[in-house]
């Protein structure tokens, strides 16, 4: 195993096998299927974070300075709470304007300063250097192991390995970052690649952690247990460290995260959509987590099982390989190989491309004996990343033997935050400027170099050691590891230092250097980039500029940069993009609008601040024109009457209107979808399923139609989570709903009822702690239909003016609907209650007229023989009055007819006068005894005293009639008992049968017209109770019904003893 | 007439970031306790409780990003 050439052999293996999965995801991203755009590949890529020093020096750290290697992880952990806000605001800032880099980034807030990008870069640079030695020599150290650990010991195995491991990084680099240029800068191949990588190394380093837990060890208590005893040297808690070394690790940590030029790149630069920053702010963290595991328990296992922490930054190679497990060293070799080479891929082609953007390109554009290097961007590139990849080797020669590889990498971390200042800053406060920016950088990045780089020097023997001891000229107060006496661990101390005076000059450069107008006028479109886009119509103007001739002037302008072919396809975009090119002229506003889109595309290639300058340089908008369009937006100006700050304040005063025309037309597409829907049935129940989901989740996470019913109201639920959806109508369907103190309030007041936290009648399925409930009432003719209920977050849109008005309006048209949808119900029942009678009145008329039509034929038949007079009187008289009672009961029907006629037309009028309701009871039921008989009912009358009034004689004996005739009819067999007795001021009526009484739903429907108990079972026209009831009203009294089923039936009728004079 | 998240109405931003200050603050003095306590618990405790508040931080940031998604989702509709 321990040779040379199956390493080689391992890592092209597994080179091309990364090169391949590259490949694959570019194909699928051209074939607009990607791999890469994708939330879990984005968020494992992000793992580029977790290098050889995760892999090899977080051991090698605890196993001298105990939990301190966990800052490293915890700080991004920490910061990575607010990802979703700055994260995404330079995802939108590299969306708009195309950012390349943190550099770019700044040199956008600033003004377009290729200063501060040229320092920033620098910074970077400088920073990194040491970064990507320290990648190097681990990935020398651990192929010199995995080689021959014995002909290839560290460092003299650099001089064998470096090189060829440099030109394979070389290569990698080319192959994954600077293959080619696109204005995105985008790398689906690199991503997929990196996302392999995080997964292989998770994979390794979990594999080697669990090996020598259970392998070596009885498990982690053994572990710890192993390193407790006094023979073995295990670091304390924070090592030799304290509490302020762990609070500035954690700070430097968690800024460094988003600082560091790899991770920018992949987390702003390669985002493909803003959301995946969503799932890294909580994966990443994981993916530390999980990586980090088993740090300790390897570092304290090899210091048990070793006694010392000699090569303690190689014990997650050494010990599996010791301990002769090859397949775990090689899985082991791949991990540390993948977090090396992810590294230093990503870190070289953000810093070449900072590199061409900032340095090289400025470069050219200044120097014309330079200015041909501009064709040839890509070659640049490739020199950087080759200049880079050699300037870390040279480090690494020259330094790398004496440091560990966390002390490199916290070195590198305390360089890139010197940007974090101007970068936060700039992000958060209007008020920052180029001066700031530049002193406060330049201020940190000295102090960088005296605390941590002068002591470097100093003992390597590059500078005079006791500069150290005694400091500069003997003062000892400015030693740069004791500045004014404070002395703590070299990185806590800089990180103090150098904040305090990169703040400081920050601060103190922006408040006394405040930034010019224009630059201010930037910066706050920049910032306002979480706001309203602006709107991008150019408006026109009668001056016209020639077409043909700007657009070879762009061509000229991109091959400066790019081939012929990429100019023209640039220039097309540009044009396209303000709906320009189909013309032969662009109009005066328009080249200012060309020309910020060439700005933008130019940007992708070159960097914010050199595209700026270049495009200025090419003189895309000549003096005349510049003169032109000044002159146009003067001219815009007079003809608004505007000063500039009146027009900012008008263009604020639109632009909020136009926000609120916005969100009114999508309010008002809302609610005539709402509309569209209502409309498309009118059947009650289809009417409120779609009802009760229109406002979820648009308005509301919850809705509950409560609608009005004879007996419980029927309800319907809808939810944003299918399973509480479900829950609620359980909980709705399992007990009446008890109609809560909202619902309550909403029907009597005929008003919106809000309450918070949400009504406690409601079922527990239905209703959060913490929502609010908006309860609607549905008013429709007449009584209100019912409620709405919302349930939604106390934060969310209903809680505002506009979302209460929406949901009242949504409330409107849902009460319309559900109004048309019960009057058409009702309707239909009219039309199916008119066909009911039409058929019953036909069949009732007929029957009379059947038995009168045979006596009249009997009659006649006696007469036509000559045999009348030979009939009996008796038998005479009963064929007269049998077809004389089939006539009285025709009369008696069309009576009851005409009666409704008059009801409905409202002629029913009384004739009042003094009577005897005892009398009159007494009277009726003697008139009707042979029906009665003919029932086999016993009726007994409580008719004692007389019982004096004034009502309507022939009405009230109507009344009677109709009740004592009803229980015979629908009670056969029963007894009856009639009761009549009063008060001072009312005459009481009861009719009260044993028959088996009338089921509850059908009580209230009796006193309908053209109702009846059992339409099977007896005739009629189902007028009788309707007219009995319209009687006793006319008289100002009122007619009520108690029966049960099985204990018969009770008519209790009150009328007052004088009727009012409306009657 | 499309718009953006950001433009529609968004009640629930200052809720969320005061929620991720939370985490980002009790995460601070989780992952600083055992190193005020005294005494100092051993190494072995003090690694176990850094990694059980880790996992809890960890879950506390799913879950916001879960109520920030589903926030995007309401004024995605809006919109």
């Known amino acids: 195993m321990r040779d040379l050439a199956i390493a080689a052999v391992v890592v092209t293996a597994y080179a091309a096998l990364l090169v391949g999965a590259a490949e694959w995801a570019e194909r699928r991203e051209a074939r607009q299927r990607s791999v890469a755009a994708n939330r879990w590949v984005y968020s494992l890529a992000l793992g580029v974070y977790a290098t050889t020093w995760t892999f090899y020096g977080s051991v090698g750290f605890a196993a001298r300075n105990g939990l301190l290697f966990l800052t490293v992880y915890l700080g991004p952990t920490l910061c990575a709470a607010g990802w979703w806000w700055i994260v995404r605001k330079l995802v939108r800032m590299k969306n708009a304007h195309r950012v390349t880099s943190l550099p770019d980034v700044l040199a956008l807030r600033y003004g377009k300063s290729q200063t501060v990008a040229l320092l920033a870069t620098g910074i970077l640079v400088v920073g990194l250097i040491p970064y990507i030695a320290l990648q190097l020599k681990t990935m020398i150290v651990t192929l010199g192991l995995v080689a021959n650990g014995n002909r290839f010991a560290y460092p003299a195995s650099g001089r064998q390995l470096g090189p060829p491991l440099i030109a394979f990084l070389l290569l990698f680099t080319i192959a994954f970052g600077l293959r080619r240029i696109r204005p995105t800068e985008r790398h689906p191949g690199m991503m997929f690649a990196l996302a392999i990588e995080s997964v292989v190394k998770l994979v390794a380093f979990v594999a080697a952690g669990a090996f020598v837990v259970w392998g070596l060890f009885d498990g982690p208590a053994d572990v710890f247990r192993s390193a407790a005893v006094p023979s073995v040297s295990a670091p304390a808690l924070l090592g030799s460290h304290g509490m302020g070394t762990w609070l500035a690790h954690l700070l430097l940590s968690g800024l460094a995260v988003l600082l560091l030029p790899r991770q920018f790149h992949v987390a702003v630069v390669e985002n493909a959509e803003e959301d995946h920053v969503r799932t890294a702010m909580w994966f990443f963290p994981a993916y530390l987590l999980v990586i980090n595991v088993f740090v300790l328990p390897v570092a304290l296992g090899a210091l048990a099982l070793r006694g010392s922490g000699n090569a303690a930054d190689t014990f997650v190679l050494s010990l599996p390989l010791e301990a002769g497990v090859p397949l775990l060293s090689w899985l082991v070799f791949l991990g540390g190989f993948s977090a090396g080479t992810g590294m230093v891929v990503v870190e070289t082609t953000a810093l070449a491309t900072m590199l061409s953007h900032h340095v090289v390109i400025p470069a050219a554009d200044t120097f014309r004996p330079l200015g041909a290097l501009r064709r040839h961007v890509r070659a640049i590139r490739w020199v950087a990343a080759a200049a880079l990849l050699l300037a870390a080797f040279a480090y690494e020669r020259g330094f790398g033997e004496g440091y560990d590889l966390a002390s490199i990498g916290l070195i590198s971390f305390a360089a890139v935050l010197q940007l974090a200042p101007a970068l936060l800053g700039g992000l958060f406060w209007t008020g920052a400027s180029r001066t700031g920016a530049l002193a406060g950088m330049g201020a940190g990045f000295g102090m960088w170099v005296y605390t941590l780089v002068v002591p470097v020097l100093a003992r390597t023997g590059w500078m005079p050691a006791s500069l150290l001891t005694e400091g500069p000229f003997g003062i000892g107060a400015l030693a740069p590891e004791g500045l004014f006496d404070l002395h703590a661990d070299p990185v806590s101390h800089a990180v103090l230092w150098t904040l305090i005076v990169n703040v400081g000059a920050f601060v103190i450069g922006s408040l006394l250097s405040p930034s010019r107008r224009p630059e201010q006028a930037r910066a706050d479109r920049l910032l306002d980039l979480l706001a309203h886009a602006p709107a991008e119509a150019v408006p026109a103007t009668s001056v016209q500029r020639s077409l043909g001739a700007k657009r070879a002037q762009t061509v000229a302008l991109f091959e400066t940069y790019h081939s012929h072919d990429e100019a023209v396809v640039l220039t097309d975009a540009s044009l396209a993009a303000i709906g320009g090119g189909s013309g032969e002229d662009l109009r005066t506003l328009e080249v200012a609008a060309f020309e910020a889109e060439v700005e933008r595309n130019l940007a992708g290639s070159i960097g914010a601040a050199a595209a700026h300058a270049a495009v200025r340089r090419a003189g895309l908008v000549s003096h005349e024109e510049a003169r032109a369009i000044s002159v146009a937006y003067g001219e815009l100006l007079a003809g608004l009457h505007l000063s500039p700050e009146e027009l900012l304040r008008k263009l604020d005063y639109h632009r909020e209107r136009e926000r609120l025309l916005a969100r009114d037309a999508a309010d008002q597409q809302f609610l005539a979808g709402v509309s569209s829907l209502l409309a498309s049935s009118l059947e009650l129940d289809a009417t409120a399923r779609n009802a009760v989901r229109l406002p979820v989740p648009h308005l509301a996470t919850a809705a509950l139609l409560v609608l009005r019913e004879s007996g419980a109201p029927r309800t319907w639920f809808c939810h944003v989570d299918p399973e509480r959806e479900r829950a609620g109508r359980e909980a709705l369907e399992g007990k009446p709903l008890q109609e809560p103190g909202s619902v309550a309030r909403a029907l009597r007041t005929g008003r919106v009822a809000t309450c918070q936290p949400a009504d406690p009648a409601w079922p527990a399925a239905i209703r959060d702690a913490d929502l609010l409930e908006v309860t609607l009432p549905l008013a429709g003719v007449g009584e209100p239909l019912g409620t709405l209920t919302l349930l939604a977050p106390a934060e969310s849109r209903l809680a505002s003016p506009e979302g209460l008005a929406l949901s009242e309006e949504l409330g409107r048209r849902l009460a319309i609907a559900i109004d048309n949808a019960r009057l058409y119900a009702s309707a239909e029942a009219a039309i199916q209650a008119r066909d009911d009678f039409l058929a019953i009145a036909s069949h009732e008329l007929k029957t009379p007229l059947t038995p009168l039509r045979l006596q009249i034929q009997t009659l006649e038949r006696l007469v036509r023989r000559g045999e009348l007079d030979a009939l009996p009187p008796e038998k005479l008289s009963k064929l007269v009055g049998g077809a004389d009672g089939q006539i009285v009961r025709i009369i008696g029907l069309i009576d009851k007819l005409l009666d409704l006629t008059r009801i409905r037309a409202k002629r029913f009028r009384l004739d009042v006068g003094p009577m005897d309701l005892a009398a009159t009871v007494r009277a009726v039921i003697e008139q009707h005894a042979a029906q009665i008989r003919d029932a086999g009912c016993q009726v007994t009358v409580e008719a004692s005293t007389p019982i004096l009034g004034s009502w309507d004689r022939l009405r009230v004996e109507q009344v009677v009639a109709n009740l004592v005739t009803n229980a015979a009819k629908y009670a056969p067999g029963s007894r009856v008992a009639v009761r009549v007795e009063g008060d001072a001021g009312c005459a009481r009526l009861e009719v009260h049968d044993e028959g088996p009484g009338i089921p509850t739903a059908a009580q209230q429907r009796l006193f309908q017209p053209f109702e009846r108990v059992r339409t099977s079972e007896a005739s009629g026209l189902g007028l009788g109770l309707f007219i009995v009831r319209q009687i006793v009203e006319a008289h100002g009294g009122q007619v009520t019904l108690k029966s049960e089923p099985g204990h018969g039936t009770s008519f209790v009728v009150e009328l007052p003893r004088q009727t009012p004079a409306r009657a | ?79």
């Open chain 2, 1 to 79: 007439m499309s718009r953006t998240a950001e433009e529609a109405p968004n009640h629930h931003r200052p809720r969320r970031g005061a929620w991720a200050a939370s985490i980002a603050v009790l995460g601070l003095l989780l992952f600083t306790w055992p190193l005020l306590r005294t005494p100092l618990l051993g190494i072995g405790p003090s690694y176990a409780h850094l990694l059980g508040a880790w996992t809890l931080i960890v879950v506390a940031l799913a879950l916001l990003s879960r109520a920030i998604g589903r926030g995007a989702r309401e004024r995605d509709d809006h919109a």
